[in-house]
């Protein structure tokens, strides 16, 4: 049997499973967690990869492995291969003011014909103009940009600064993926190269930046073992369902988001849809909103109920709560675009105005941001024909049961996974085959 190591490196925790090459079948695991903040010293996910391999038995046995990992965070490096600044995280706002001035200078539908993204404060190209205007003397010292998993997989094949790894700072082999490299800001998805002309807009100079690898292809770490380009989080968690096209994967966690496998690359002006690639070669169309499962935790404490019984009372409503509608904005919406919206509870009366009709609004008014988001990916002409429902809000029977009713395709609901590390596992298993 030939073990193989996938890894999901996300803004919570690092998760290593290694699994059976031929099967996939997991064989051990382990874990560890990372600090909180939008703000993180990449050498805290360092020591939790470490430790999440030791928990999970080492990798004396294993054969190959790859990192997925979150996706967009800011590792800057100098040019002895030292981390010049914390990292700052997808979830970091702060950068918020230089897309909206990187909008002004190209042009929306400029950035989304170039990229496929128009920029927020999630994206590296934001965070690295940010940089370079509130941190000019850190800026100008960066020799080279990753992301969290591209420098992880770099330092885990030995690389790092002289004293603190075996290898040595050889910027020129850091290596990411297609899926990672399209949510940079900074990359074309349609000739697969890097812009420089943004990166040098937003850094104010040039910058090495990891080699792109494609789906099969692989570079070996200091025990010759082979590794792959890896995965973002959103694409190792497709490829650990097993998604292709048609799938639309709608993940309900805090926040929420939809994403399909698509054989076209999809351009929207309007910022609404990410024209992400995916790491086999196909790409993955991605739409994000704030509000998800946090809707269900606000109605549950405000009816003093646990998930179960909110799922129960949900149930014991009819379709469309009597009409008693929730706008589940409770934190500003990202799609549609209204960051200082609020929520709203429309339809009551005396008789609308139930437990069970207000357990009813919640799931539907969460389902319904989520399927506008499916409207998005339709509007691009994106082929939907099932959907699998992932995250902890996938656990609710009543999301079970009302999502077909709201998202207006059929819906799977697969066993709860570790699908970003499995999605990793399975790349390694595959680089390991070629």
Not at 247 to 262: L, P, R
Not at 308 to 331: K, T
Not at 383 to 392: F, M, N, V, Y
Not at 396 to 417: H, M, N, Q, T, Y
Request: with cysteine; aromatic share 4%.
């Amino acid at each position: 049997m030939s073990l193989v190591m996938g890894v999901d490196s996300s803004t919570q925790s690092c998760k290593v499973v290694i699994t059976d090459a031929a099967t996939g079948a997991i064989v051990r695991d382990g874990r560890a967690i990372h600090p909180n903040g939008t703000e993180v010293d990449p050498a805290a996910w360092w020591t939790a990869l470490q430790a999440a391999i030791d928990a999970a038995g080492g990798l004396g046995d294993v054969k190959s492995w790859a990192i997925g990992g979150q996706q967009h965070g800011m590792v800057v490096l100098d040019d002895a291969g030292r981390v010049l600044r914390p990292a700052l995280l997808w979830n970091d706002t702060r950068s918020a003011g230089a897309a909206a001035d990187l909008i002004a200078e190209f042009g929306a539908d400029s950035l989304a014909q170039r990229t496929g993204l128009v920029p927020v404060a999630s994206f590296t190209l934001t965070k690295l103009r940010w940089l370079r205007d509130s941190e000019p003397d850190n800026a100008a010292r960066v020799a080279a940009v990753a992301l969290p998993h591209d420098w992880l997989t770099w330092r885990l094949r030995g690389f790092g600064p002289e004293g603190e790894s075996r290898r040595g700072p050889v910027l020129e082999e850091l290596v990411t993926d297609r899926s990672d490299a399209s949510g940079t800001g900074y990359w074309d998805p349609a000739s697969g190269g890097y812009d420089r002309e943004l990166l040098v807009a937003a850094l104010g100079h040039d910058a090495t930046l990891p080699r792109v690898l494609g789906p099969e292809e692989w570079v070996l770490d200091d025990a010759e073992r082979r590794v792959g380009g890896g995965a973002g989080d959103n694409a190792g968690a497709a490829l650990g369902l097993g998604a292709g096209p048609g799938d639309v994967v709608v993940s309900i966690g805090t926040s929420g988001t939809v994403f399909a496998v698509s054989e076209e690359r999809t351009i929207d002006p309007t910022g609404t849809v990410a024209g992400f690639a995916d790491c086999t070669g196909r790409f993955l169309p991605l739409v994000a909103t704030l509000n998800a499962a946090r809707v269900l935790d606000a109605v549950a404490g405000l009816l003093g109920v646990d998930h179960s019984e909110l799922s129960r009372l949900a149930l014991a409503a009819a379709p469309g709560a009597g009409g008693l509608s929730l706008v589940p904005y409770f934190e500003g919406e990202r799609t549609p675009n209204l960051p200082d919206a609020t929520a709203s509870l429309t339809g009551m009366t005396l008789a609308s105005t139930t437990r069970e009709n207000l357990a009813r609004a919640a799931v539907e008014g969460m389902l319904g941001g989520l399927g506008a988001g499916l409207a998005a990916l339709r509007a691009l002409g994106v082929p939907l024909e099932k959907a699998l429902l992932i995250g902890g809000g996938a656990q609710s029977e009543a999301v079970r049961v009302i999502a077909p009713l709201v998202l207006g395709v059929p819906v799977e609901v697969p066993a709860p996974g570790e699908y970003v590390a499995l999605g990793a596992a399975r790349q390694a298993a595959s680089v390991l085959a070629a």
